[in-house]
Nanobody, 119 residues
Protein backbone atom coordinates (compact mmCIF):
# COMPACT_ATOMS: atom_id res chain seq x y z
CA UNK A 1 0.00 0.00 0.00
CA UNK A 2 0.89 3.66 -0.15
CA UNK A 3 1.14 6.17 2.66
CA UNK A 4 1.28 9.95 2.29
CA UNK A 5 2.61 11.75 5.36
CA UNK A 6 2.40 15.53 5.63
CA UNK A 7 4.53 17.71 7.86
CA UNK A 8 5.34 21.37 8.40
CA UNK A 9 2.07 22.82 9.57
CA UNK A 10 1.78 25.13 12.54
CA UNK A 11 0.90 28.58 13.82
CA UNK A 12 2.22 31.59 11.91
CA UNK A 13 1.53 35.30 12.01
CA UNK A 14 -0.11 37.08 9.07
CA UNK A 15 2.48 37.86 6.44
CA UNK A 16 4.62 34.93 7.52
CA UNK A 17 5.77 31.83 5.68
CA UNK A 18 5.57 28.06 6.08
CA UNK A 19 6.75 25.07 4.13
CA UNK A 20 4.63 21.93 3.96
CA UNK A 21 6.06 18.59 2.92
CA UNK A 22 4.36 15.36 1.89
CA UNK A 23 6.34 12.17 1.50
CA UNK A 24 4.90 9.13 -0.24
CA UNK A 25 6.08 5.67 0.75
CA UNK A 26 5.25 2.09 -0.13
CA UNK A 27 5.58 -0.10 -3.20
CA UNK A 28 5.47 2.85 -5.56
CA UNK A 29 6.16 2.35 -9.23
CA UNK A 30 5.30 5.83 -10.42
CA UNK A 31 3.54 8.99 -9.23
CA UNK A 32 1.48 11.05 -11.63
CA UNK A 33 0.05 14.29 -10.27
CA UNK A 34 0.61 15.48 -6.70
CA UNK A 35 -1.78 18.00 -5.18
CA UNK A 36 -2.42 20.07 -2.10
CA UNK A 37 -5.98 20.63 -0.92
CA UNK A 38 -7.22 22.51 2.11
CA UNK A 39 -10.38 22.51 4.17
CA UNK A 40 -11.40 25.21 6.62
CA UNK A 41 -14.14 24.62 9.21
CA UNK A 42 -17.56 24.76 7.58
CA UNK A 43 -16.08 24.84 4.08
CA UNK A 44 -15.68 22.27 1.35
CA UNK A 45 -12.27 20.88 0.59
CA UNK A 46 -10.66 22.98 -2.15
CA UNK A 47 -7.76 22.38 -4.50
CA UNK A 48 -4.89 24.73 -3.70
CA UNK A 49 -2.11 23.61 -6.02
CA UNK A 50 -1.33 20.83 -8.47
CA UNK A 51 1.89 19.63 -10.05
CA UNK A 52 2.07 17.13 -12.90
CA UNK A 53 4.53 14.29 -13.24
CA UNK A 54 6.50 16.54 -15.55
CA UNK A 55 6.62 19.32 -12.99
CA UNK A 56 4.05 21.77 -14.38
CA UNK A 57 2.30 23.66 -11.58
CA UNK A 58 -1.18 25.15 -11.33
CA UNK A 59 -2.66 27.22 -8.54
CA UNK A 60 -5.98 28.36 -7.20
CA UNK A 61 -6.56 32.05 -7.83
CA UNK A 62 -6.60 32.68 -4.09
CA UNK A 63 -2.96 31.57 -3.67
CA UNK A 64 -1.43 32.48 -7.04
CA UNK A 65 1.76 34.45 -6.51
CA UNK A 66 1.98 33.53 -2.81
CA UNK A 67 2.28 29.73 -2.84
CA UNK A 68 4.75 27.56 -4.75
CA UNK A 69 4.35 23.84 -5.31
CA UNK A 70 7.36 21.67 -6.16
CA UNK A 71 8.31 18.02 -6.11
CA UNK A 72 11.37 15.83 -5.68
CA UNK A 73 10.73 12.67 -7.68
CA UNK A 74 13.76 10.91 -6.22
CA UNK A 75 12.24 11.29 -2.77
CA UNK A 76 8.58 10.88 -3.83
CA UNK A 77 7.93 14.14 -2.02
CA UNK A 78 5.87 17.21 -2.80
CA UNK A 79 6.31 20.60 -1.14
CA UNK A 80 4.15 23.66 -0.70
CA UNK A 81 5.98 26.88 0.07
CA UNK A 82 3.53 29.40 1.44
CA UNK A 83 4.35 33.06 1.90
CA UNK A 84 2.43 36.27 2.64
CA UNK A 85 0.04 34.12 4.62
CA UNK A 86 -3.38 35.49 5.47
CA UNK A 87 -5.86 34.50 8.18
CA UNK A 88 -8.09 33.08 5.44
CA UNK A 89 -5.36 30.55 4.63
CA UNK A 90 -6.11 28.87 7.94
CA UNK A 91 -7.19 25.29 7.23
CA UNK A 92 -6.19 21.67 7.37
CA UNK A 93 -3.95 21.02 4.38
CA UNK A 94 -4.09 17.63 2.70
CA UNK A 95 -1.70 15.98 0.27
CA UNK A 96 -3.18 13.95 -2.60
CA UNK A 97 -1.47 11.91 -5.27
CA UNK A 98 -2.19 9.52 -8.12
CA UNK A 99 0.16 6.60 -7.55
CA UNK A 100 0.87 3.42 -9.46
CA UNK A 101 1.45 0.32 -7.36
CA UNK A 102 2.12 -2.96 -9.17
CA UNK A 103 0.65 -1.50 -12.34
CA UNK A 104 -2.56 -0.29 -10.73
CA UNK A 105 -3.25 3.42 -10.32
CA UNK A 106 -4.82 4.61 -7.09
CA UNK A 107 -5.76 7.97 -5.57
CA UNK A 108 -4.22 8.44 -2.12
CA UNK A 109 -4.61 11.04 0.64
CA UNK A 110 -2.54 12.10 3.58
CA UNK A 111 -3.93 12.61 7.07
CA UNK A 112 -3.72 16.40 6.91
CA UNK A 113 -1.68 19.05 8.70
CA UNK A 114 -3.12 22.12 10.42
CA UNK A 115 -2.05 25.58 9.31
CA UNK A 116 -3.22 28.47 11.47
CA UNK A 117 -2.54 32.08 10.49
CA UNK A 118 -3.21 34.37 13.42
CA UNK A 119 -1.65 37.19 15.37
Amino acid sequence: QVQLVESGGGLVQPGGSLRLSCAASGSIVRINYMRWYRQAPGNQRELVADITGGGSPKYADSVEGRFTISRDNAKNTVYLDMSSLKPEDTAVYYCNALVAVAGIWGNYWGQGTQVTVSS
